[in-house]
Structure formats: structure tokens, C-alpha cells
């Protein structure tokens, strides 16, 4: 069974701190994306990441794809309010795009 | 906007008694998935399309059933809801080349 690991579970900040979450497997994915999903909604594409090392910005969100593209991070700086919601980590194993393996999930609240 | 629809957003059904959800997508994607998911867990998949091709998730129960009439259209039947078939119900869509999905804004089914 493929797992992918998110850390931490629950996430309660101040508004303007900084904070990175983890996932993290044991099996190698072809792709992984972050999903942002506020509740009530479906989840929302935030980044998909492809090359082991790979660093991508959106805003005042940094991902990174491990080297040997087995874990991911997400850190957001500053944070905000509207940054609340559960964060989902997902990857695509070789060969088999059509399944993803989705993450534990991380549930942040920012308060104010 | 190309884009993930899902109609009802709200679903409201008795015990027992047969309910359709339905997904549209105009993004034009070979692909088409059917999620459950109960507060703040990753989403569980249910079934999904490869264009026309069905594939069921071994643990997915005989009571929910799926449709696919065109590439545009996917429809979730649950045949007798049971008090534990509440949840979000989210569609999502994918080219079968990264992983990528996109999601719809979800159902949320209560069953009374």
C-alpha cells in the first residue's frame, strides 16, 4: 500500500507566522501536486511538481519536490487567514497517472 | 472558464431512498473520477473513467453505482443511502499524463 505521510495533522498559527508542511512516502511518484481545500468546497490545485529538487513559488507559498522525488514540502510565509483550510499532498506513481495517492491531510487555522 | 460542475451542491435524501449526483466538465478530460469524502480526511476514491472504460475500487460498495453517457457528463447513484453514505461527494477530472486533477465544488449529501 502506498501512504503518503502529511505533518503535522493540525496546524493553529498567529497570522503572520511562517509554517511548512511535510509529506513524505517511502515509494518514488512522478508527479505531486498540493491541493488547498476550504471546507464546504472541493479541493483547489495549488502546484504540481514533476522534477526531483524542483522549487515552485505561488506567492507566499514554497513547494519542493524531494531529489529522489519520495517527499514534498509546502511552506507558506506570513501567513494569512485566508490561508486556513486542509492542505492534501498527491502523487502520481510511474506508469499510473490516472490514481493518485493522496496525503493524510494537514488542517491549518490562521487566526487573526 | 473551463470547469468542474457539480450539481446539486446540496443533496438531501431519506434512508433508503435511490439518489443521483451529478458532474459535468468542460475541460475536455479523458478522465473522470468520483471521491467520498467524510470531515477533513483525504478523499476516498470511489470509481473513475478512462473514457468510456469503468474502474471500481475493490472496497467500493455494490450500492453505489456509476454512468458516463459522454465525454462532457458522469453521474454517482447510490441505489439504498445509508446513514453512514453522508458525506461530501466530489468529481474530479484528469489528462492521463501527470496526475493532475481538478475538482468540482463537491455534493454534500445528508441522508435522514
Known amino acids: 500500500t502506498q501512504l503518503l505521510e502529511q505533518s503535522p495533522q493540525f496546524l493553529s498559527i498567529q497570522e503572520g507566522e511562517n509554517l511548512t508542511v511535510y509529506c513524505n512516502s517511502s515509494s518514488v511518484f512522478s508527479s505531486l501536486q498540493w491541493y488547498r481545500q476550504e471546507p464546504g468546497e472541493g479541493p483547489v490545485l495549488l502546484v504540481t511538481?514533476?522534477?526531483?529538487?524542483e522549487v515552485k513559488k505561488l506567492k507566499r507559498l514554497t513547494f519542493q519536490f524531494g531529489d529522489a522525488r519520495k517527499d514534498s514540502s509546502l511552506h507558506i510565509t506570513a501567513a494569512q487567514p485566508g490561508d486556513t483550510g486542509l492542505y492534501l499532498c498527491a502523487g502520481a506513481r510511474p506508469g499510473g497517472y490516472q490514481k493518485v495517492t493522496f496525503g493524510t491531510g494537514t488542517k491549518l487555522q490562521v487566526i487573526p | 472558464d473551463a470547469m468542474v460542475i457539480q450539481n446539486p451542491r446540496y443533496q438531501v435524501t431519506q434512508f433508503g431512498k435511490p439518489v443521483t449526483l451529478s458532474c459535468s466538465q468542460t475541460?475536455?478530460?479523458?478522465?473522470m473520477y468520483w471521491y467520498q469524502q467524510k470531515s477533513s480526511q483525504a478523499p476516498k476514491l470511489l470509481f473513475h473513467y478512462y473514457d468510456k472504460d469503468f474502474n471500481n475500487e475493490a472496497d467500493t460498495p455494490d450500492n453505489f453505482q456509476s454512468r458516463r453517457p459522454n465525454t462532457s457528463f458522469c453521474f454517482l447513484d447510490i441505489r439504498s443511502p445509508g446513514l453512514g453514505d453522508a458525506a461530501m461527494y466530489l468529481c474530479?477530472?484528469?489528462?492521463?499524463?501527470?496526475?493532475?486533477?481538478?475538482f468540482g465544488p463537491g455534493t454534500r449529501l445528508t441522508v435522514l
Open positions: 511538481v514533476v522534477t526531483g529538487g
Open positions: 475541460l475536455n478530460h479523458n478522465v
Open positions: 474530479a477530472t484528469s489528462v492521463p499524463d501527470r496526475g493532475t486533477q481538478y
